[in-house]
Each structure stands twice: as structure tokens, then as C-alpha cells.
């Protein structure tokens, strides 16, 4: 079994502020982790993608996430807010074995909110 | 350009209609998807298929079918058994499951609302 928890519902910062949106997941199996971000009635993208190699994640657009085993949390992160990061944004878990191979689970999402 | 096509963009549907959500790739991949998205629930899984021919119930199955007759093409059916269809449905595919962590591409969705 697999599961994700989105921390905060809702997160607003300040134009050239730092982002944190906070996920922590479970799995029986070695994950695979995503970030997804979604803008109003339009389909999701892909931020960044962890794959059981480096630990730190670089992303599209400055974002960034951190992989810890020992929290279980893949935290995403932005040195700046933009106006245009102003979306929803979904933690994703991947199984990567068993009957749920390829399945992905999807947190609850966070809506950034970006002030100018 | 590769990618997932979803049409309509947007449906309504009467009470006690069927109707067919459609879901197309041309990006080779073997696994294809459908998802729900309702506010605040992020996304549940309905259907997948991870070849053709074959296919299989995700957390939300009841009230929808599908089929996988060819590669590129993953239609959804919303059936009259559907008590609450009204949301945000999404399509996605995946390459081969040999690499689950490479990266799923997603459709840009189809509203259905009931009327």
C-alpha cells in the first residue's frame, strides 16, 4: 500500500519569497516520487521526478526537492516566488513493484498563492 | 509533437446518459490511465491498462467502463451508473513498466458536468 500526505492544503508567500510545500508519503515498495504542478482547468505537469538516485532533485522552473529516507518526506522548495508559480501543486507517489506496478497515488494538492 | 490528446474539452451530460470521454496518444506508450479530479481530493485512479486488450479497476471503477482495443486509444465510459459524475477527468500515459519512475504525460482534461 501506498500514500501521500500534502501537509498544507493551502500555502501563500510573497513575490521573490522562498516556497515550501511539504509531502510526506508511505510505500511498501522503493518509490518512485513526483511533483506535479496544475494551473485552472488545464492537465498536470511534470516539476521533478526522484529515482532512487541522487537524493536532491533539480526541477523545471528553480524548483527543487529533497529526498529523506529517514523522514519519509520529499519536500518541495524555490529560492524565489514568481507571480506565475501561482498554481496547485501534487505530491505523487509511484509503485514500483507488485500488483500496483506504475499506479501512482496523489496527495491531496497545495495551492500556492503568490502576493505581489 | 508527441503527446495526449482528451476530447471533448468539455461535456454535459443529462441524468441516465452514457457518454464516452475520449483519450488518444501517439507516444508509443504501453500503460494508459484515467483519473478523477474533484476540489480538494486531488486525484483518484478509475481505470488503467497496462497493454492492450487488458485493463483494470483503480480505486473508483464503479459507475465507468473501458476499453483497450488499440495502443493509442483508452476511451472512457461514463455510465448512468455514475451517481456523481460531475468533475475533472484526466488521461495519462506511461512508458513501458520496466521504468515506472521515467515520467507519466497527462492530457489536458475533460469537464463533464451533469445537467
Known amino acids: 500500500a501506498q500514500s501521500v500526505t500534502q501537509l498544507d492544503s493551502h500555502v501563500s508567500v510573497s513575490e521573490g519569497t522562498p516556497v515550501l510545500l511539504r509531502c510526506n508519503y508511505s510505500?511498501?515498495?522503493?518509490?518512485?516520487l513526483f511533483w506535479y504542478v496544475q494551473h485552472p482547468n488545464k492537465g498536470l505537469q511534470l516539476l521533478l521526478k526522484y529515482t532512487s538516485a541522487a537524493t536532491l532533485v533539480k526541477g523545471i522552473n528553480g524548483f527543487e526537492a529533497e529526498f529523506k529516507k529517514s523522514e519519509t518526506s520529499f519536500h518541495l522548495t524555490k529560492p524565489s516566488a514568481h507571480m506565475s508559480d501561482a498554481a496547485e501543486y501534487f505530491c505523487v507517489v509511484s509503485a514500483a513493484g507488485g500488483t500496483s506496478y506504475g499506479k501512482l497515488t496523489f496527495g491531496q494538492g497545495t495551492i500556492l498563492t503568490v502576493h505581489p | 509533437d508527441g503527446g495526449i490528446t482528451q476530447s471533448p474539452k468539455y461535456l454535459f451530460r443529462k441524468e441516465g446518459q452514457n457518454v464516452t470521454l475520449s483519450c488518444e496518444q501517439n507516444?508509443?506508450?504501453?500503460?494508459m490511465y484515467w483519473y478523477r479530479q474533484d476540489p480538494g481530493q486531488g486525484l483518484r485512479l478509475i481505470y488503467y491498462?497496462?497493454?492492450?486488450?487488458?485493463?483494470q479497476k483503480g480505486d473508483i471503477a464503479e459507475g465507468y467502463s473501458v476499453s483497450r482495443e488499440k495502443k493509442e486509444s483508452f476511451p472512457l465510459t461514463v455510465t448512468s451508473a455514475q451517481k456523481n459524475p460531475t468533475a475533472f477527468y484526466l488521461c495519462a500515459s506511461m512508458t513501458d513498466g520496466a521504468e515506472p519512475n521515467y515520467g507519466y504525460t497527462f492530457g489536458s482534461g475533460t469537464r463533464l458536468t451533469v445537467v
Open positions: 491498462s497496462q497493454i492492450v486488450n487488458d485493463f
Open positions: 510505500s511498501s515498495y522503493s518509490p518512485s
Open positions: 507516444l508509443n506508450h504501453d500503460a
